[in-house]
């Protein structure tokens, strides 16, 4: 089973590669639980629970806007957990818009895989 820090580790380099969905499919549980703030602008929902409907919701996300000059710092860990500030430009595909986005994100490990994503955005 790979260490906290190899799954942080290949983790953040795959999002920072374009390869959410990827590393998703490689490293969420069954059972993952995936939040997000409740004042998001998009109808993506606030929380998914278990890998289908978290999978359903990245798609979604991803659907939505394109990503550009993806830079993450990270990943820091600490005990069963790991964090990345992500900054990125998206374009939002429904408008055509460009913009900045960043996001803390928060990751809980058990067993080799990620069973709990929390994003803070700024």
Request: proline residues 5%.
């Amino acid at each position: 089973m790979p260490s906290i820090a190899e799954i942080a580790n290949d983790y953040a380099a795959m999002l920072a590669a374009g390869e959410a969905l990827a590393a998703a499919r490689k490293y969420w549980a069954e059972d993952i639980v995936c939040l997000a703030p409740d004042e998001q602008p998009s109808s993506q929902p606030v929380l998914a629970t278990g890998k289908a409907a978290a999978l359903a919701r990245l798609a979604l996300w991803l659907e939505g806007n394109a990503t550009a000059e993806v830079l993450i710092d990270g990943p820091f860990i600490t005990g069963d957990q790991f964090a990345l500030f992500i900054d990125m430009e998206i374009t939002r595909r429904a408008t055509g818009a460009r913009e900045p986005f960043s996001e803390i994100a928060t990751y809980t490990v058990r067993a080799g895989a990620i069973v709990e994503e929390r994003f803070f955005y700024g």
